[in-house]
């Protein structure tokens, strides 16, 4: 089926919480860009493009790169994905959050055509559900607990606390949410690359004191050494997420053993198939993974929700409920409830298209 249409809509979403900030910035609102390829029969399929400034995209460059890529997809067989992808990897090195679009709206199409829910072209689901984590964004750590509670009230067990370098600080956000939460809820830390290798290790064996699972890119994402050096002294699961930014890093991290986890997300590894074959690679190098947050509207969520049923090694709570702090979500379909997202049993996404003026 050839296909016949490629538009793209910019795309910008307030955050519910203006104030919402990381290790690596702030800002009201979150940037992308939804593509809509058409065949000639009419079949969609959406990709939404994720302008993240520290995976290395901003609006502009997004919107510059589809429109780069218009060319080498208009006009083709949209069931070759494989050809496609490779023709887009001779046009343009990198650009992974451009590509990774065009991928997810192939597929989706293509799901569509078929008739079939997506993570059918991914081997078919091995689960139903997915538990969900939650962000907790940098505030005081009174604050920060106040937000905690919240969540839990609303249903989720799995939580994100992100933390910014301060090391006593930080250790009182940590604190404060266990006290505030209970033993039963489920605590991971983010710092976005915000520790020296030192301050890392002081900082993570006193948060160990107060149960964490999981602490995600302690050390700059060009470290790997320093990244390895926290993982082997550590007692708590090391996460590479920015360092793990294409799939040729993940093969670093993998085959060095420099983690014991990789937070896989679809737009920084250039699509769906990039991001399987990086699953693969953890689950031949004994790496755990999971799916990451990407944060941006509901159908990017729901393409990561349909591979991350459809992945046999996903091992823990994943990040796709970011959409619920969202505001103008030009999708709907899916929402979470208790905690969880359920895989949507209808052919493609399960997601909806509100229509251009909502983009
Ligand atoms: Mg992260």
Partial sequence: MIISGYDSYPNVMRKEDPTWKFALGASPVTEGSILRITDEQGNEGFGYASATPHMGAIPGSLEAELAYFRPHVMGRDADDIEAIGAALDRAMRGAPQAKAAIDCALHELLAKRLGVPLCQLFGGKMRDSLPILRILAIKTPQEMAKAA??????????????????????????????KEVGDDVHLTIDANQAYTVKNAIIAINRMAEYKIDLVEQPVPADNFEGLALVTHTVPVKIEADEAAGSLAEVYQLVTRRAV????????????????????????????????????????????????????PGVDYACELGEFARLLDDPFDGIEVVNGELRLPQVAGSGVRWKGPSAA
């Avoid at 990039?274 to 509207?297: D, F, H, K, P």
């Fill in 260 to 311: 014991d986890a990789v937070s896989l997300k679809v737009p920084k590894l250039g699509g769906i198939r990039n991001t399987i074959a990086a699953a693969r690679l953890c689950e031949q190098g004994g790496v755990s993974y999971r799916l990451g947050a990407a944060v941006g509207s509901r159908l990017l969520a729901a393409h990561a929700l349909h591979l991350a049923c459809a992945l």
């Fill in 149 to 178: 509670r919240k969540l839990v009230d609303e249903g989720y067990r799995y939580l994100k606390i992100k933390v910014h370098g301060e090391v006593d600080l930080d250790v009182a956000r940590v604190a404060a949410i266990r």
